[in-house]
Structure formats: structure tokens, C-alpha cells
């Protein structure tokens, strides 16, 4: 997830404040951060658990304008 980052800094879709979120996520204890959305205007943070969570919102909450929490479900299954 992190390399997809290098690809988006060499073709400029990387912002200065997509930066600053990324370092400070990291900083925070971010297993990963990607640059994604319509006008490069977000970053989604992956934490290891629910405290490291609960420290990167609270870090970053102060430095952006919207912070989503998104949680992980099972994903799509195949039943017959």
C-alpha cells in the first residue's frame, strides 16, 4: 500500500497536506497510508488495532478537516 504512494508522487497526485497526514499517521503508528479520492483529497490510514486507532484520530484530528472511521467486515461471500 505504501508503494502506491511512490507511483502517485511521480505523476503529482500527492498534495503537500496528503504528506503532512501521511507523516504524522506513520508517526502515529500507521501500519500503512494510500492517497486515494476524486481530487486527491484523501488518505486512508490503516492501523493495527483499535488503540493505535484511537491515537492517529486523535493526533490527526486537529490537523484536518474530516476524519472518517471506516471498519473492515468480512467481505463479499459465495454461497449456494
Do not use: W
Amino acid at each position: 500500500i505504501n508503494a502506491d504512494n511512490d507511483f502517485h508522487r511521480i505523476y503529482n497526485f500527492v498534495t503537500p497536506q496528503n504528506e503532512m497526514i501521511i507523516e504524522s499517521a506513520n508517526n502515529l503508528g500507521a501500519l500503512a497510508c494510500n492517497v486515494c479520492g476524486a481530487g486527491r483529497g484523501a488518505v486512508a490510514i490503516f492501523a493495527p488495532d483499535e488503540h493505535t486507532e484511537s491515537t492517529i484520530f486523535e493526533g490527526l484530528s486537529s490537523q484536518v478537516e474530516h476524519i472518517f472511521k471506516v471498519k473492515i467486515d468480512v467481505g463479499a461471500r459465495y454461497e449456494e
